[in-house]
């Protein structure tokens, strides 16, 4: 991932509406939601819905598939792991990145 893009990703998940929005469609899984589910289970209008859906979707956060008369909306996991493996790349100084019990250092060893 681009510094851009992991920006841009961000930015979008910046907002309470979005990131509630992208967390409610990260626990849907790959079956996703409508955007009739996604404002009845967060309590948002559609109007103001359908504005951070497109705002998530710019940031490649999202998806979004057609099925009959419904759009269906998922989270991009590929570009979630994609910003998370961007954000720790360089964690711990290279060393894998487990539980370490209180008091010891993430360079010392297991």
């Known amino acids: 991932m681009e510094e851009n893009d992991a920006v841009r990703a961000l930015l979008a998940l910046a907002q309470a509406v979005r990131l509630r929005v992208f967390r409610a469609l990260v626990v849907a899984g790959p079956e996703g939601m409508t955007p009739g589910a996604l404002t009845q289970a967060l309590d948002v209008p559609a109007t103001s819905l359908s ?5 998530l979707a710019h ?8 099925q009959g008369r419904h759009l269906i909306y ?10 998370m493996a961007y ?17 010891v250092p993430c360079s010392s060893p297991s």
């Open 51 to 55: 504005f951070h859906l497109k705002e």
């Open 59 to 66: 940031a490649g956060l999202v998806t979004q598939e057609r």
């Open 74 to 83: 998922r989270a991009a996991f590929d570009r979630m792991n994609g910003l």
């Open 87 to 103: 954000l720790t790349e360089n964690c711990c100084q290279g060393q894998p990145c487990l539980p370490r019990p209180l008091g």
